[in-house]
């Protein structure tokens, strides 16, 4: 059984910094591309960093360049997040995303970036 856990999120203060992380358990996560994809209240999903196999390659959208950094460790079958001077407009659900022959989605974790 595929099974993709996010954990990590929360609420937090602007300029604050939270690690999110993936479990994931049930297909070969070494062999799959690996993304955050985050959705806003009232807004559709917008991708947010990806990650390659091995962990070497790494993309993220502009408006979160120099603040989150994505990496794995395929050891522990794990994809993270660390979210640094986070601001209002990262508050979202964010969902790490496998993908590969198939896709695969976790149930999503809230992080709430509010004074």
């Known amino acids: 059984q595929v099974q993709l856990v996010e954990s990590g999120g929360g609420l937090v203060q602007p300029g604050g910094s939270l690690r999110l992380s993936c479990a994931a358990s049930?297909?070969?996560?070494?062999?799959?591309?690996m993304n955050w994809v985050r959705q806003a209240p009232g807004k559709g999903l917008e991708w947010v960093s990806g990650?390659?196999?091995?962990?070497?390659?790494?993309y993220s959208v502009d408006s979160v360049k120099g603040r989150f950094t994505i990496s794995r460790d395929n050891a522990k079958n794990t994809l993270y997040l660390q979210m640094n001077s986070l601001k209002p407009e990262d508050t979202a659900v964010y969902y790490c995303?496998?993908?590969?022959?198939?896709?695969?989605w976790g149930q999503g974790t809230q992080v709430t970036v509010s004074s």
């Open positions: 990650i390659n196999s091995g962990g070497g390659v790494t």
């Open positions: 049930g297909f070969t996560f070494s062999m799959y591309w």
């Open positions: 995303n496998a993908h590969g022959v198939w896709d695969y």
